[in-house]
């Protein structure tokens, strides 16, 4: 990256992404580091962003081919097409989420166009990286979002109701998972007047559970199972465990109007949480969100972005939560990538310089090759 750094900015164009890689106040900031920033034509449009607002924080405005010539960086939230990139520098860099599992082919052409890609999703969970980190700050976006959606689909009041026709008992929501969208879920659920209930797989999720008022569920009889996986992830459990979860589960989600979950695994298909028999276990007009439809579903039958009827259950999921909330998910995921390059920003060098720890962590590919390990079989 000789000279002043470029960094562009793509409109996405995966099916149904209403987010942005950059808002005005990154633009701002990135040009204060240095940096020229150049911005797509309707890049924004879907956060309700206008041209005129990156142009006024100083991005140059124009066509894709022009955006993304000769840039040293080129943003995005999802991964642009490989032939998107043809006109950036040799090397250049690619930050975005780029779900590396589920598009293995385009990080090969990534590394095949010489683009050097940089998977925001591989962030390792570490303090000085919290802010930097998409993952959480899309999850608890889409946290929230699971629950005010329920809260519509669902035909009755969450609060309780004191009036004088009669008491409107409170709506029972339990949510699966207690990851940070878990955690959001269980925070919107109770301002909304819920009473709550979670489970987790690990076991140091009780006492943040309990601390947002909520009630932990959770099987006391399989001794030493914590759950715990690396880089503070939720890993698969005995068999043993599982069948103990399971019977605890479907006595508890028998009484419940809503249920909420949002268990994954990262590069691995979602584990199923809810089976058909549960659901059938359940009220009619209950409702189900299933936050990981889009990685398989940790509900039987749940489809992305279709509401299905099963028992008189509704169960609900969008492939892409966060796009739902585009203005606000644009602004924490730009964040995250100003917070990710100005934290390695070398001002002698007037672009920034990855330490190993987490270049080493995020690099997919580089000169030519895929260098990351756990694209390459090996353990990371």
């Known amino acids: 990256m000789g000279g002043q750094t470029r960094i562009a900015v793509l409109r996405e164009t995966a099916d149904g992404e209403r987010r942005v890689a950059a808002t005005p106040e990154t633009v701002k900031k990135f040009i204060a580091l240095g940096a020229t920033v150049a911005v797509e034509t309707g890049a924004g449009e879907g956060a309700s962003i206008a041209d005129a607002a990156f142009s006024e924080a100083g991005a140059q405005i124009g066509d894709a081919a022009t955006v993304v010539k000769d840039a040293d960086i080129v943003l995005g939230v999802q991964g642009p097409t490989p032939g998107a990139l043809s006109g950036a520098k040799a090397g250049a860099w690619l930050a975005a989420g780029l779900d590396p599992f589920a598009q293995r082919e385009r990080v090969d052409a990534y590394a095949a166009a010489g683009v050097e890609a940089l998977a925001m999703e591989f962030m390792p969970r570490i303090t000085r990286a919290q802010s930097m980190d998409i993952l959480s700050s899309q999850s608890n976006l889409a946290g929230y979002k699971a629950v005010i959606h329920a809260a519509d689909a669902y035909g009755r009041a969450f609060p309780m109701m004191m009036t004088a026709a009669g008491t409107i008992s409170a709506a029972r929501v339990f949510v699966m998972g207690v990851g940070v969208a878990g955690l959001q879920a269980i925070a919107t659920a109770r301002r909304l007047g819920a009473q709550v209930s979670a489970t987790d797989v690990r076991s140091a999720t009780k006492e943040q559970i309990q601390s947002l008022g ?150 997919l590919t580089q000169g030519g090759k895929v260098v990351h390990a756990r694209l390459l079989g090996e353990t990371a």
């Open 214 to 363: 909520a009630k932990p569920i959770f099987v006391e009889s399989v001794v030493g199972i914590e759950g715990e996986g690396a880089g503070g992830y939720a890993t698969e459990m005995s068999d043993e465990y599982q069948k103990a979860q399971a019977e605890l589960v479907s006595s508890h989600i028998a009484k419940q109007d809503i249920v909420i979950t949002t268990a994954l695994i990262p590069g691995r298909a979602a584990p199923r949480l809810v089976s058909d028999a549960q659901i059938s276990s359940m009220k009619p007009g209950s409702v189900i969100f299933d936050l990981a439809v889009a990685q398989g579903g940790n509900v039987e039958g749940s489809v992305a972005d279709q509401v299905v009827e099963r028992h008189g259950v509704k169960i609900i999921g969008y492939a892409n939560t966060p796009t739902h909330l585009a203005a606000d998910a644009s602004a924490l995921f730009a964040r995250n990538l100003y917070n990710f390059l100005s934290a390695f920003w070398d001002k002698e060098a007037g672009r920034p310089v990855l330490d190993e720890e987490i270049g080493d962590a995020v690099r």
